[in-house]
């Protein structure tokens, strides 16, 4: 064997089972430190809402949070078929879910939208 050639293993040498590993059960008692993870990515976009219900945030299941402010009063729905739920002009609208979310007015949507870190 040459000094730069590679050792060939053996047939029993590379079929050669794994040892055996010993689960042991584990139950944490007390406070757990958790940290919540930051976003990666955010983003601000303004919607000119109209009378008929438009997607302004499509599903995405990176998302960890969307703000929405208005500057009229508007509706706010989960579909395209709903009238929506009225809020109030001026009051932020925290989502906190993956969903697509639909809006309708005559007012300016300001989106912002945050995405998880990896």
Do not use: Y
Not at 17 to 37: C, F, K, S, Y
Not at 38 to 61: E, H, K
């Amino acid at each position: 064997m040459t000094e730069n050639a590679l050792p060939q293993p053996d047939v029993e040498e590379l079929q050669q089972e794994d040892t055996a590993t010993i689960a042991v059960p584990v139950r944490h008692d007390g406070p757990v430190t958790m940290h919540e993870l930051p976003s990666r990515v955010g983003a601000v976009i303004d919607f000119a809402l109209t009378t008929t219900m438009q997607m302004v945030v499509p599903a995405n299941w990176n998302r960890k949070r969307t703000l929405l402010i208005s500057s009229a009063a508007w509706n706010i729905s989960h579909s395209r078929n709903s009238a929506g739920s009225p809020w109030p002009a001026g009051v932020p609208c925290e989502i906190r879910h993956c969903s697509a979310i639909w809006a309708s007015g005559t007012a300016t949507l300001t989106v912002v939208t945050e995405v998880w870190a990896d």
